[in-house]
């Protein structure tokens, strides 16, 4: 297992955390090495100080500070410079703030060390699979592509549905969706053939639209607004933790806060929003933008069922999935599943300004 972990790792993180530690001095290399996520070190660096600069940090303290600063908390704290900024640890520096932090490269060791870490971070990342299995959840049409063979299906689809929505089998934080109109293109079989080649390494899958409620629509009418639902199968059952609400900016298709959306965190058990809503850029919302009311205190409408259809799911996928982050939608007719992630704490966080790392971990101590 340990093997398989590792060389997980390797794709995620190239330089392993005992090697980035022995060069704790940005004159040995360390900017130019990707870190988890594969991104290089030195540009996210970049991003955050531009951004730092912008809101006049900078001028407190020296760029060399900063990114010695955001080295330091890599290294101890797996924290990335986007997560560095999102948390605001620029502006507390103790080792307490810090480290209740629950970093993405943190989160995505403990859930990899579980029996078949691997194999369910796979299962995860493909949409496909996930349908596969908790299709009678969906609630709508799907069609998976990856090869011409299916070239029969997806034109039938088609025939069905004259506008949809197209993801990558492999995506992930919202890139790569777009929405299809079939009166933008003359011929079903040219359409199949572009898409296939665009995306020829991991395929696709295209789904009926999803009609969402009134209440749903008014957070922003350009973007199906969701509930992300972070599970966790514990010894005790199903453990709901740090669910929250997101909407997309007016005029994109996603909610994902990766592409500029808001996020509110709300109670777990009542279904109250508890937060203001908040960008990763830090924009902050405390009035719902359709009606003016506030925002703390609102009810996700049906939350009881919302709690019963995420237990139903996680509890028809395999034992090794103790966490999944389940993305639901709000129709007329109920909640509808639209996908389960890896999933990140990231968002919750940075909403509330406040880690889990030590609830996480005692969490998934207890799991099956």
């Known amino acids: 297992m340990l093997g398989k972990v590792k060389s997980l790792f390797a794709k995620l993180c190239p330089e392993t955390y005992s090697q980035l530690r022995a060069k704790r001095s940005i004159k040995s290399g360390i900017l130019n090495q990707k870190i988890w996520g594969e991104v290089v070190f030195k540009d996210e660096i970049e991003k955050v100080l531009t951004h730092l600069q912008e809101q006049g940090v900078v001028k407190e303290k020296t760029e060399e500070h900063y990114i010695q600063d955001m080295v330091q908390c890599y290294l101890d704290y797996g924290i990335t410079p986007e997560e560095y900024r999102t948390f605001n640890f620029h502006c ?7 480290n209740s932090f629950l970093s993405i490269k943190n989160k995505d060791i403990l859930c990899l060390k579980k029996e078949k870490g691997i194999e369910t971070f796979n299962e995860l990342e493909n949409k496909d699979f996930f349908y596969s299995i908790c299709s009678p959840f969906f609630s709508r049409d799907f069609c998976s592509v990856k090869t011409e063979e299916n070239e029969p299906q997806f034109i039938a689809f088609c025939k069905k549905h004259e ?8 995506g992930q934080c919202g890139k790569g969706i777009r929405i299809i109109s079939l009166n933008e293109y003359e011929n079903l079989h040219s359409l199949f053939q572009k898409l296939l080649e665009e995306y020829h390494c ?7 639209l999803i009609i969402q409620t009134l209440w749903m629509s008014e957070w922003n009418r350009t973007s199906v607004n969701t509930m992300r639902v972070p599970s966790i199968r514990t010894k005790n059952g199903i453990h709901i933790f740090k669910p929250y609400f997101r909407f997309g900016r007016k005029g994109a298709i996603v909610d994902n806060g990766h592409s500029g959306g808001f996020a509110i965190v709300v109670n777990p058990n009542t279904g109250i929003m508890q937060t203001n809503a908040v960008s990763a850029s830090g924009d902050v919302l405390i009035q719902n933008p359709s009606n ?3 925002i703390i205190g609102s009810v996700v409408p049906r939350w009881d069922e919302l709690k019963a259809l995420v237990e139903k799911v996680h509890q028809v996928l395999p034992e090794n999935h103790h966490y999944v982050g389940f993305d639901m939608a709000l129709t007329d007719n109920g909640w509808v ?4 992630n890896w999933g990140t704490f990231d968002i919750p966080q940075y909403v509330e300004q406040k880690g889990c790392r030590k609830e996480f971990e005692e969490l998934m101590l207890n799991t099956i």
């Open 92 to 98: 507390n520096p103790s080792f307490e703030y810090r």
């Open 163 to 170: 506008k949809f929505i197209l993801k990558p089998n492999m």
């Open 337 to 340: 599943l639209i996908e389960g």
């Open 292 to 294: 003016g009311l506030a």
């Open 202 to 208: 991991n395929g696709f899958v295209v789904e009926e």
